[in-house]
């Protein structure tokens, strides 16, 4: 679980990471990343009304939260990191897997994965 001191919660945190930080995106999740200065990351989740209505903005909120906790171990620290959830999320074909494979690969792209781990637990 991705404890609440491990979350970003204000707007203006998000708005300082999304303004200043680094932005890589897929079809499903945009994610950008911003150094702050600490020993861990701090992570922060948006899921809009595009996504649909509660119930699956919920399901995709939990999918990001699962999948960054079983990424978390591989990640470098000293980040910290907005997951935006796109609009292409309200296909209820969407699963987990493909969520999750994307989470990973722009992890990747952002440089927060650690060179040593080429396999990780994306979620597979």
Not at 59 to 71: D, G, N, S, T, Y
């Amino acid at each position: 679980m991705i404890t609440r001191r491990l979350r970003l919660r204000r707007a203006s945190e998000f708005e300082q990471v999304r303004r200043r930080g680094r932005t890589v995106s897929s079809r499903l999740v945009l994610v950008s990343v911003m150094p702050n200065g600490l020993a861990q990351n701090r992570y922060g989740f948006a899921v809009g009304r595009r996504v649909g209505k509660a119930v699956r903005r919920n399901r995709v909120k939990r999918w990001l939260r699962e999948a960054v906790r079983r990424m978390h171990p591989y990640l470098q620290q000293g980040y910290d990191v907005v997951f935006v959830a796109r609009g292409a999320l309200a296909d209820e074909s969407v699963t987990y897997h493909e969520v999750a494979a994307a989470v990973q690969s722009l992890l990747r792209q952002a440089g927060l994965w650690e060179e040593g781990d080429q396999e990780g637990n994306g979620g597979s």
